[in-house]
């Protein structure tokens, strides 16, 4: 499981009630096709981007009531019947997060991590809440700790790619406490201290989602159950970064169809913690 794409969040799923469906869907085509221009293709960093302006140009078009341009009509004419069910500033925090994306910064602490992942992966959640018609702030305070945590737990997972695209998100704090430069981590130099980095990384991202978690029983019927597969899988990737002694600088951890009965009997044995 990954947050590539934001496949780790429900898209459509049997598990998802039919008539939220349209709305989710036209949430995932909206930030996957913004993911794309950020990262797909053999676009320029100035194509890039123009790309995402012009992505947001037609969000603000079709929030003000207007048809979006013809080059993404086919994300914006479902999302814009949707458009009563969702919040915009959240899409508009989405598409900030993209654009930060072209021109990574190097972070200084866990605080300013945190600001991203707010801006990357929260929206969906409290997007998705809202469907549900759950807005509460103990929910959405939990919604956001899966989230950032799921955010997370793909840095620690994809250090293998991220470095050769220049991409490094994790905190200077963190690397100074543990003697690691930033140039170790790019270039996926494994070491004893760079796999207590990671170790010290995924306890930091196991502790939000276990925050978290006690969403999974609080939201209604299916939400619920979906979400706990969400919870656990993230939590398995964890397990799996764990158990190879943390070496995801060198091995990049991954679900398969194999764990899934596993995933399953977590799910349905899940226990509400608070």
């Known amino acids: 499981m990954s947050v590539d794409h934001y496949e780790n969040f429900p898209v459509a799923s049997l ?9 989710v869907v036209a949430i995932y085509h909206f930030a996957r096709t913004a993911d794309d221009l950020a990262d797909e293709g053999d676009a320029t960093p100035a194509e890039r981007v123009q790309a995402l302006r012009d992505y947001r140009a037609d969000l603000a078009a079709v929030v003000a009531g207007s048809p979006a341009s013809a080059r993404w009509a086919r994300v914006y004419t479902p999302l814009a019947r949707e458009l009563h069910r969702l919040q915009p500033p959240l899409l508009h925090d989405l598409l900030d997060a993209f654009e930060q994306d072209l021109d990574p910064p190097r972070y200084r602490d866990r605080a300013q991590l945190l600001d991203y992942c707010r801006r990357s992966a929260n929206p969906v959640g409290r997007l998705l809440l809202g469907l549900y018609g759950v807005g509460d702030a103990a929910s959405l305070g939990r919604s956001d700790a899966i989230c950032s945590a799921l955010q997370l737990i ?39 201290a760079a796999r207590a980095l990671i170790a010290d990384l995924c306890g930091w991202a ?13 939201l209604p019927g299916r939400a619920g159950w979906e979400l706990r597969l969400v919870v ?7 397990d799996k970064i764990e158990t190879r002694g943390h070496d995801s600088l060198l091995h990049r ?22």
């Open 206 to 218: 196991r502790g939000l989602m276990l925050e978290g978690a006690p969403l999974a029983h609080t």
């Open 154 to 192: 793909n840095f620690w997972q994809d250090f293998s790619r991220d470095g050769p695209n220049g991409r490094l998100y994790v905190p200077q704090d963190d690397l100074e406490g543990h003697g690691i430069s930033a140039e170790d981590v790019l270039a996926c130099r494994d070491s004893l």
């Open 232 to 238: 656990q899988g993230g939590l398995a990737i964890l």
């Open 15 to 23: 598990l998802c009630p039919p008539a939220l469906r349209p709305a």
């Open 253 to 274: 951890p991954a679900l398969s169809a194999w764990d899934f009965p596993r995933l399953l009997w977590r799910a349905l044995t899940m226990r509400r913690t608070s």
